[in-house]
């Protein structure tokens, strides 16, 4: 919260990053960043070996819910949080696809507070697709079938939200 | 050419998925970063602050038992917090216009919306850098001032452009872009 920030004490902290940073020619330039780049975009390979933790645990995440109708919602959120590190993985690695299915997936989820059978059929169409983008390594944003597969999803969540997930 | 040494800086990375640790130290390490400690949530990162004096902490938010919100009011407030004046970086998903608000009023100095990249990151560690705020404490806030364009500065009329505004963004429903949270941010 904001509050009322009338009275207000304005402190120096004891030191700057200035003070232990210096500027000098082994200091990170254009060329430093563009190296950083290289490193991450080799780990790709990384990513799409640790990624398939994260899609085997969304899938027994489902599955249990499948088996557990009253437990539905605690998998839920767990399915949310693992879909919420797809997200914010993916597009470091050129996986655009996985970061927008982990969106579509975060926002349908939040949207219910209740856990339906049609949801879990909308849950597993975004695994499955997870699982496509992976199994083909669609990079980017996957070209026409990528375009597609989005449209899809969001074709689904919006008939059954009856609104766009966002 | 040249540019900011980090090869004295400590940075403390949190985060509980220990991808997302592995990726931001890589990325650190391959900027000149010497001392990275890692911590899996906020209470353990708590703990290594006690021994390891981060000059910057590059947090996620979504943690448990302490998340990443918490754990900057803690470190900002917490009664034996060893470094409440450490830079902090939000890392995050999040980046709809309340939630930006919420950490900027926790106290965070820079906000990096996820999936990041190297520049990305840099590019917030260069403005810690170069924008050294004073801290400011009022009988709600302790942190960095939030107000890093003090001439430009309109006093209530900015803020209620800012809830106005985070008021349109919560009715859309939409996230904000990086470039829109820095402008939120910067003020």
């Known amino acids: 919260m904001s509050g009322d920030d009338t009275e207000h004490e304005i402190i120096t902290p004891p030191e700057t990053l200035k003070q232990k940073v210096s500027y000098s020619p082994e200091g990170v330039d254009q060329a430093t960043l563009d190296r950083a780049e290289e490193v991450v975009a080799g780990l790709q390979a990384d990513y799409l070996t640790w990624v398939q933790d994260d899609l085997s645990r969304m899938q027994e995440f489902f599955a249990e819910a499948l088996e557990n109708p009253d437990r539905r919602g605690d998998l839920a959120a767990k399915i949310f949080h693992v879909s919420h590190d797809v997200k914010g993985q993916g597009g470091s690695f050129n996986y655009h696809l996985m970061t927008a299915i982990g969106n579509l997936l975060c926002r349908y989820i939040e949207a219910k507070d209740t856990i339906t059978d049609a949801d879990l059929a909308v849950i597993r169409l975004h695994i499955d697709a997870m699982r496509l983008v992976i199994a083909e390594q669609m990079e980017g944003d996957g070209g026409e079938r990528g375009r597609e597969l989005i449209g899809g999803l969001e074709a689904v969540i919006t008939k059954n939200l009856g609104r766009p997930a966002s | ?187």
């Open chain 2, 1 to 187: 050419m040249g540019g900011y040494n980090l090869e004295r800086l400590n940075f403390l990375v949190v985060d509980d998925n220990k991808h997302m640790r592995a990726l931001v130290k890589t990325i650190l390490h391959s900027l000149g970063s010497k001392n990275v400690l890692e911590a899996a949530d906020g209470a353990d990162a708590f703990k290594e602050l006690r021994h390891f004096p981060a000059d910057i902490i590059i947090c996620d938010w979504n943690m448990s038992p302490l998340d990443g919100l918490d754990f900057v009011r803690l470190v900002r407030t917490g009664k034996d917090s060893p470094n409440p004046f450490a830079a902090i970086i939000m890392l995050t998903g999040h980046t709809e216009m309340h939630r930006v608000v919420e950490a900027r009023d926790a106290g965070v100095h820079e906000f990096l919306a996820k999936p990041i990249s190297a520049k990305g990151l840099y590019s917030r560690i260069r403005s810690i850098i170069e924008r050294p705020r004073p801290f400011v404490r009022t009988a709600t806030y302790f942190g960095p001032d939030r107000r890093r364009r003090q001439i430009e500065y309109k006093g209530r009329e900015r803020r209620k452009a800012i809830l106005e505004a985070q008021q349109q963004a919560d009715d859309s429903g939409g996230g904000l872009s990086q470039a829109e949270v820095e402008a939120l941010l910067n003020g």
